[in-house]
């Protein structure tokens, strides 16, 4: 079984339709959306959920007002201004800037501050029409994002290798953290999207410096690669320079939005030059995985 | 004033709106922009500030003294995020798992611990004209962004008028830079993406209890704006702006400019935008 994860460094460069196209090209393979903080691979592929599940990670503090003795030993040792003094004097915890890492409970000389397990998201097992897809859905202003992304590729190992499917396809975050660097470990290849603007190309060097550093093979295409030909051959330059495949360049088409407003794989609502090229794309990663 | 601008979805335009904001205002206004997106920094390109002045910042790790240690496990025990094992006779110490808490310096009944830097990226500071900037940028390899978006903001002047461009997403690095704002600007475009991003944004701002407003971004996209509209009419947040889809934006943006180079007559827009934030937060 393989795994290929795309990423892009920069956001709304066009990872989420690559991936449904490649959902919707691949035969026997698996999906997954690792964008647990902002998922939209469900947009394009309208699953139908079969398993739901909790998703409790990390600690909250919780102070016990009635025990708190407003003795203010915790208040200066929180690294991570979560607790606010009260009128009173007593502690107060803002869950929003707490990690959880538990110094007042420790700290608390009369066994005020309770330690919760929060639930923190939700993720399921579905069917679609190209398979089936794990996916999540962390909570609002929610941590442990990569956590979750863990808890998501061990599902989908789980299914590939029980139904015998020989590919995991996997739609990304942005950024290069936690969630990034969760979804890009052990994985076979990491398909980067790019674009030819300052931001994509900028992006796209980080993203991959980080690929290698977790010594993860990369191989990338270049989306909306007409809207600055310059940016393009920059791109290319920078990337043959460093032996990393580009395997296609998508134009700027207004199209590909109209396929995500009608909620369908680029590749199923129209056949057109970027169509044809996002398929050549997909034949040449399916030979470089098999390489 | 301190405006930030997210957007949960990335790729929407918050770059361009902040930076666009920032250079309508920079006349009139004693303007201090934070780019915050500190995994991607981006606003450089589009600001092309000067800098100055480069700091690097560090976590706090633990070392272990080991003449010391006696091997009880309460640094283990402790620590919430097992970025230490005590076994029989050494200590290990995971600095990528650490959260810099302190807990187990503090609690090591030997006193046996102490903290060392752990290098995780730069804060940089200089300015393009009149605004200041600061960026930070996380080294490549690093899981953990909060802590240096923590040190960037100790850096924010709230006497002046500040612009931040927050991270895509929802979590914790949107929550760290959005923290402590007047105002939130939530940047979309009319796509199914676009509008369900938008929907976890809004959840995320009425969460930190931030007043929030929308810009509709490439709002002649697909089939127009109206489904965006008719959410932010039911959740009652105001859209400020609608900036039409045009690829001279987009061919602008990718040679490193702003709306404002190409259509100079969107500085008003972006000057009655400011005012209804203005009016919104006083």
């Known amino acids: 079984m393989k795994q290929i994860v795309v990423i892009s460094g920069k956001g709304g460069t066009g990872k989420t339709v690559m991936s449904a196209c490649f959902a919707a090209l691949s035969r026997n393979s698996v999906l997954a959306d690792v964008d647990v903080d902002a998922s939209n691979l469900h947009l394009l592929l309208h699953p139908e959920i079969r398993e739901r599940h909790v998703f409790k990670s990390g600690l909250k503090a919780r102070v016990n007002l009635a025990k708190c003795t407003a003795c203010g030993v915790c208040l200066p040792l929180c690294r991570f201004e979560a607790l606010v003094e009260d009128s009173d004097g007593k502690a107060r915890v803002n869950p929003l800037s707490c990690e959880g890492c538990g110094v007042c409970f420790h700290v608390c000389p009369v066994q005020a501050v309770e330690l919760e397990t929060p639930v923190s998201g939700e993720w399921y097992v579905s069917e679609t029409k190209y398979g089936p897809l794990v996916h999540a859905r962390l909570g609002i202003a929610e941590e442990n994002s990569g956590k979750l992304v863990t808890e998501v590729r061990k599902k989908v190992r789980e299914i590939a290798e029980r139904e015998r499917r020989d590919l995991v396809i996997m739609d990304g975050s942005p950024g290069i953290g936690c969630p990034v660097i969760a979804s890009l470990t052990g994985t076979d290849l990491a398909f980067v999207v790019t674009e030819p603007t300052p931001s994509g190309l900028h ?23 007409d809207l600055n030909l310059e940016n393009s051959g920059r791109i290319e330059n920078w990337c043959d320079a460093r032996s990393i495949p580009v395997l296609g360049e998508v134009p700027f088409e207004v199209d590909i939005p109209k396929s995500v407003v009608r909620g369908i794989p680029y590749v199923e609502y129209a056949e057109n030059p970027g169509t044809q090229e996002i398929r050549k794309i997909w034949r040449s990663l399916l030979d470089l995985l098999s390489s | 004033m301190i ?49 100055n002045e ?4 560090f976590t706090p790790t ?14 283990a025990q402790v620590c919430a995020y097992h970025a230490l094992a005590v076994l029989q006779d050494t200590v290990l110490v995971f600095p990528e798992l650490c959260h810099g808490c302190g807990g187990c310096t503090l609690l090591c009944p030997e006193r046996a611990i102490k903290e060392i830097g752990k290098r995780i990226g730069v804060v940089e500071s200089g300015h393009a004209g009149k605004v200041a900037f600061l960026q930070g940028r996380l080294d490549v390899g690093q899981a953990m962004s909060p802590p240096l978006i923590r040190v960037l903001k100790k850096r924010l002047n709230p006497r002046r008028t500040v612009i931040i461009d927050a991270p895509p997403g929802t979590s914790c690095p949107v929550v760290e830079s959005v923290k402590g704002s007047d105002f939130c600007l939530l940047v979309t475009e009319p796509t199914p993406f676009g509008l369900h ?23 002649s996209l697909g089939n127009g704006d109206g489904k965006v509209r008719d959410f932010c009419a039911a959740e009652e947040i105001p859209v400020l702006m609608t900036i039409p889809f045009d690829r001279k934006i987009a061919e602008a943006y990718s040679r490193g400019q702003t709306i404002l180079e190409t259509f100079p007559a969107y500085r008003e827009k972006f000057l009655d935008l400011f005012e209804s934030i203005r009016k919104r937060v006083s």
């Open chain 1, 203 to 225: 992006d796209m060097e980080r993203i991959i410096q980080l690929a290698h550093h977790f010594k993860i093979r990369t191989a990338c295409c270049i989306n909306k690669h």
């Open chain 2, 3 to 51: 405006i930030s601008v997210a957007s949960g979805k990335g790729g929407t335009g918050k770059t361009t709106v902040a930076v666009s904001l920032a250079l309508s205002l920079k006349e009139t206004h004693s303007v201090q922009f934070l780019d915050c997106d500190v995994e991607e920094p981006n606003v450089l390109f589009f600001l092309k500030p000067q800098i």
């Open chain 2, 54 to 57: 480069s700091l690097t910042v």
């Open chain 2, 62 to 75: 633990p070392k272990i003294d080991e003449s010391h240690c006696n091997y009880c496990g309460k640094c």
């Open chain 2, 197 to 219: 991003d938008l929907e976890l944004a809004a959840a995320t701002a009425r969460e930190m209890d931030i007043p929030c407003g929308v810009v509709i971004n490439r709002a």
